[in-house]
């Protein structure tokens, strides 16, 4: 059954710490994003990768990071720098050529304390 | 930079009524448009595309065509079902920097029986 796992769906930190949001595929997609949606707005990119071992940043970069060690996996950290990390965050892949479709995960809602 | 401008929401038609959401955009060039719909707690599903002027797509009832001479892509649907409550983004992926895409802020809808 092929997709995309965000886990968990509901997550609670406490201010000033550190967290990781999961992504995991199995399209065997090579590019991989990350969104954030708050209410009444669009999605905004936070991080993409086209290809293992590569990242680049997105619109609102500033206080997150992330890994892409593995093809199947690209996790978001959000840092203590992230001044309101409370939002709902979207992990993406897209298909190759020219089809080049975005398809979603199920998303994490996030909510710091 | 490209930009996406939805009609703002949110909308509340009551069951069996005529929906247009309209959407504009701004960018270079001709980009793909698509039309995404969320679910109440879920991710982005694709609901509808077009990659070039004048073209047309439909899914489950609702249509859009891609007007260049406008710069719309509005969403349309002859009558709406209560499933059809969720909340509809419209977007682009323009000829630059082509794995982007750039989101309209949504619109919430709401059908009523």
């Known amino acids: 059954d092929g997709g995309i796992t965000q886990s968990p769906k509901y997550l609670f930190r406490k201010e000033g710490q550190n967290v990781t949001l999961s992504c995991e595929q199995n399209?065997?997609?090579?590019?991989m994003y990350w969104y954030r949606q708050d209410p009444g707005q669009g999605l905004r990119l936070i991080y993409y990768?086209?290809?293992?071992?590569?990242?680049q940043k997105g619109d609102i970069a500033e206080g997150y990071s992330v890994s892409r060690e593995k093809k199947e996996s690209f996790p978001l950290t959000v840092t203590s720098a992230q001044k309101n990390p409370t939002a709902f965050y979207l992990c993406?892949?897209?298909?190759?050529?020219?089809?080049?479709?975005?398809?979603f995960g199920p998303g994490t809602r996030l909510t710091v304390l | 930079g490209d930009s996406v401008t939805q009609m703002e929401g949110p909308v509340t038609l009551s069951e069996e009524a005529f929906l247009t959401i309209n959407c504009t955009y701004t960018?270079?060039?001709?980009?793909?448009l698509f039309w995404y719909v969320q679910y109440p707690g879920e991710g982005l599903q694709l609901l509808l595309k077009?990659?070039?002027?004048?073209d047309k797509g439909s899914n489950k009832g609702f249509e859009a065509t891609y007007r260049k001479e406008t710069t719309s892509f509005h969403l349309e649907k002859g009558s709406v079902q209560v499933s059809d409550s969720a909340v509809y983004f419209c977007?682009?992926?323009?000829?630059?920097?082509?794995?982007?895409?750039?989101f309209g802020q949504g619109t919430r809808l709401t059908i009523n029986p």
């Open positions: 993406a892949t897209r298909s190759p050529g020219g089809n080049n479709e975005q398809f």
């Open positions: 399209l065997n997609h090579d590019a």
């Open positions: 990768s086209q290809i293992v071992n590569d990242f």
């Open positions: 960018a270079t060039g001709y980009p793909s």
């Open positions: 077009a990659t070039k002027a004048d």
């Open positions: 977007a682009l992926r323009g000829i630059q920097g082509a794995q982007k895409l750039v």
